[in-house]
T-cell receptor, first 114, second 111 residues
Framework: NAGVTQTPKFQVLKTGQSMTLQCAQD?????MSWYRQDPGMGLRLIHY???????DQGEVPNGYNVSRSTTEDFPLRLLSAAPSQTSVYFC?????????????FGQGTRLTVV | KNQVEQSPQSLIILEGKNCTLQ??????????LRWYKQDTGRGPVSLTI?????NTKSNGRYTATLDADTKQSSLHITASQLSDSASYIC??????????FGTGTRLQVFP
C-alpha cells in the first residue's frame, strides 16, 4: 500500500493562477480531508469528504474547491491563487470519522504564491 | 474556545537523555487525544491515541499520559535518539469528527 499520495511536492504559482493539488489513497478510506499548515499555527481544516460524492467546508474554505468523484481521489483546487495561500498543504484519510480511527497524512505540498 | 496549547515551543536535548512534552486543551466535548510526530518536510505520523478512560499509553520509547480531569497530556520520550528530532503535535478530537491541532513542540536531539 502506498498510503496517501500527494502531488506535486513543491509548486510556485503567480497571483491569479489556478491549479489542482492531487491526493490519492489506496486504503479504501471513506473519510478524506485537506489541511493547511502555517508557521506558528496548528493544522487547519480546509475541506473534507465523508464519501464519494459528498464534500463539506472546514474551518478555512475560502479560495478552495474540492470534489470527490471516487473513493480514492480528493483533489483540491485553487481557483485564483493569492499570496495568503502560500502554505504547506496536507491531505489525510481515515476509515471513518468515528472515535479512535487513525488518520493517515500525505507527505505534503509546499505551495508558494508570488 | 476549543484550543490545544503545547509547551515548550522548542527543546534541545542530548542523545540518550529523556524529555517530556506538555499539552493542555480546552476542547469540548472531548473524544480522544492523539500525539503525532512530524519529521521535517513530511506529514504527521500517529504515535498514540487515548480515550477519556486511558491514563497511559506507550509506543516503544514514547509514553503518553492523559489527565482528563485537568485536561492535560504529556509525551515522554525515553533514551532519545537522533531520529527523534522532529515536531511533536498534540491533537484533540472534538465530538467524533473534528481534530483540533496544537502548534507543536520542535525537538532537536544532538549527539
Amino acid at each position: 500500500n502506498a498510503g496517501v499520495t500527494q502531488t506535486p511536492k513543491f509548486q510556485v504559482l503567480k497571483t491569479g493562477q489556478s491549479m489542482t493539488l492531487q491526493c490519492a489513497q489506496d486504503m479504501n478510506h471513506e473519510y478524506m480531508s485537506w489541511y493547511r499548515q502555517d508557521p506558528g499555527m496548528g493544522l487547519r481544516l480546509i475541506h473534507y469528504s465523508v464519501g464519494a460524492g459528498i464534500t463539506d467546508q472546514g474551518e478555512v474554505p475560502n479560495g478552495y474547491n474540492v470534489s470527490r468523484s471516487t473513493t480514492e481521489d480528493f483533489p483540491l483546487r485553487l481557483l485564483s491563487a493569492a499570496p495568503s495561500q502560500t502554505s504547506v498543504y496536507f491531505c489525510a484519510s481515515s476509515y471513518s470519522t468515528e472515535g479512535n480511527t487513525e488518520a493517515f497524512f500525505g507527505q505534503g505540498t509546499r505551495l508558494t504564491v508570488v | 474556545k476549543n484550543q490545544v496549547e503545547q509547551s515548550p515551543q522548542s527543546l534541545i536535548i542530548l542523545e540518550g537523555k529523556n524529555c517530556t512534552l506538555q499539552c493542555n486543551y480546552t476542547v469540548s466535548p472531548f473524544s480522544n487525544l492523539r500525539w503525532y510526530k512530524q519529521d521535517t518536510g513530511r506529514g504527521p505520523v500517529s504515535l498514540t491515541i487515548m480515550t477519556f478512560s486511558e491514563n497511559t499509553k506507550s509506543n516503544g520509547r514514547y509514553t503518553a499520559t492523559l489527565d482528563a480531569d485537568t485536561k492535560q497530556s504529556s509525551l515522554h520520550i525515553t533514551a532519545s535518539q537522533l531520529s527523534d528530532s522532529a515536531s511533536y503535535i498534540c491533537v484533540v478530537m472534538r465530538n467524533t469528527d473534528k481534530l483540533i491541532f496544537g502548534t507543536g513542540t520542535r525537538l532537536q536531539v544532538f549527539p
